[in-house]
């Protein structure tokens, strides 16, 4: 019976509260929302992700809907939306994981298992940017990724006078600061 029904007829069931309503509409739509993650190349965990909000989203606004008969496409533009926030996020994630490797193979670099010239110019940016970002930003890389003894994040939190949970939170956009300088040096 609900495969009969528009997706006008079951967004005026789901807002009078009807679950058949709700099971109708995701099952008709499930592919397609999840279809669109996957094209825009994120992965099958980002896809489930980008559903489950875009389906949130439906709930929070589907009183607002004033074209029920156009869910679709209201659907796919959300989803498309929320993609491309997400990519967004996992590229600017990457590129914060690139510069953590960078501190990570410092040791390696600076011991000269490796005398790589590119590596060295590499380091040296790396050097750079970390000075270019200055200030609290520099310190709490330095502990984070440079200092020898790695203190945790109690122990930082004591030395910077920052809560613990303000800790990752600002390292990322630490990262995302000194990632900016280090493209800049790179050209």
Do not use: N
Not at 28 to 34: I, M, N
Not at 55 to 76: N, S
Not at 116 to 135: H, I, K, T
Request: hydrophobic share 40%; aromatic share 8%.
């Amino acid at each position: 019976m609900s495969a009969e029904k528009s997706d006008a007829e079951l967004v005026a069931a789901c807002r009078e509260g009807h679950a058949w309503a709700w099971t109708a509409l995701l099952a008709r739509h499930k592919r397609l929302v999840y279809s669109i993650p996957l094209r825009a190349g994120l992965s099958h965990e980002d896809a489930a992700d980008v559903f489950q909000t875009v389906f949130a989203r439906l709930v929070e606004h589907l009183q607002a809907i004033h074209e029920p008969q156009a869910l679709a496409a209201w659907l796919i533009t959300t989803c498309k939306r929320e993609s491309w926030k997400v990519a967004g996020k996992r590229r600017r994630e990457q590129g914060d994981v690139e510069i953590a490797g960078l501190f990570a193979a410092r040791d390696e670099w600076l011991s000269g298992q490796h005398p790589d010239e590119d590596r060295w110019e590499v380091q040296a940016r790396v050097r750079d940017s970390l000075e270019q970002v200055g200030g609290r930003c520099k310190e709490l890389l330095w502990l984070l990724y440079w200092e020898s003894d790695k203190p945790s994040y109690e122990d930082i939190s004591s030395r910077l006078g920052l809560p613990v949970g303000s800790i990752g939170p600002t390292r990322i956009r630490c990262l995302q600061k000194m990632r900016r300088i280090y493209q800049t040096l790179a050209r």
